[in-house]
T-cell receptor
Framework: KQEVTQIPAALSVPEGENLVLNCSFT??????LQWFRQDPGKGLTSLLL?????REQTSGRLNASLDKSSGRSTLYIAASQPGDSATYLC???????????FGPGTRLSVLP | DTAVSQTPKYLVTQMGNDKSIKCEQN?????MYWYKQDSKKFLKIMFS???????INETVPNRFSPKSPDKAHLNLHINSLELGDSAVYFC??????????FGSGTRLTVV
């Protein structure tokens, strides 16, 4: 059974810092991995999708990497801004129908 | 145009009632899902439908019954609501190999 963990559970940084969020999964047989952000009381916004054959994806200040063999993904946020404050969720696509298994999330606060 | 839309956004109801949540996607995706986010904010899959056929049915009470009239719609009907059913329910859709697109969620409060 696939299990997904995220470290740290919460992170508080001053504006402008570069930061890394970590995601680990127990079974390397995945279809893909997707990073989301969730603002309080809101839905999920897709940030980056990495297919199992890919090593990384970039969008603006965000870069996500995937190392299937070690069961890890990282989300790198450059030059963090207060607007980046949210919960970041990692989800791993597994099985027929591409069921996504979610991690518990990292709650990020970027202080002005 | 909203890609995945859920209604209602908020639902407050008494224990024992029956309620439905509707979901529609206009992305042409083949697969739709229902996820539950509990008070600890953990997201867990409930159901998955591919082209109107049920393919994932996780361990949820049989009071929860999904219905897919066509591949663009996946509704969730809940019978005999209990206090523990209070949560945010998210609908999502995907095409196999692509990522998920989520709806904005339905916050269900059972009183």
């Amino acid at each position: 059974k696939q299990e997904v963990t995220q470290i740290p559970a919460a992170l508080s940084v001053p504006e402008g810092e570069n930061l890394v969020l970590n995601c680990s999964f127990t079974d390397s047989a995945i279809y893909n991995l997707q990073w989301f952000r969730q603002d309080p009381g809101k839905g999920l916004t897709s940030l980056l999708l990495i297919q199992s054959s890919q090593r990384e994806q970039t969008s603006g200040r965000l870069n996500a990497s995937l190392d299937k063999s070690s069961g890890r993904s990282t989300l790198y946020i450059a030059a963090s801004q207060p607007g980046d404050s949210a919960t970041y969720l990692c989800a791993v696509g597994v099985g027929y129908g591409q069921n996504f298994v979610f991690g518990p999330g990292t709650r990020l606060s970027v202080l002005p | 145009d909203t890609a995945v839309s859920q209604t209602p956004k908020y639902l407050v109801t008494q224990m024992g009632n029956d309620k439905s949540i509707k979901c529609e996607q206009n992305l042409g995706h083949d697969t739709m899902y229902w996820y539950k986010q509990d008070s600890k904010k953990f997201l867990k899959i409930m159901f998955s439908y591919n082209n109107k056929e049920l393919i994932i049915n996780e361990t949820v009470p049989n009071r929860f019954s999904p219905k897919s009239p066509d591949k663009a719609h996946l509704n969730l009907h809940i019978n005999s609501l209990e206090l523990g059913d209070s949560a945010v329910y998210f609908c999502a859709s995907s095409q196999v190999g692509d990522g998920y697109t989520f709806g904005s969620g339905t916050r269900l409060t059972v009183v």
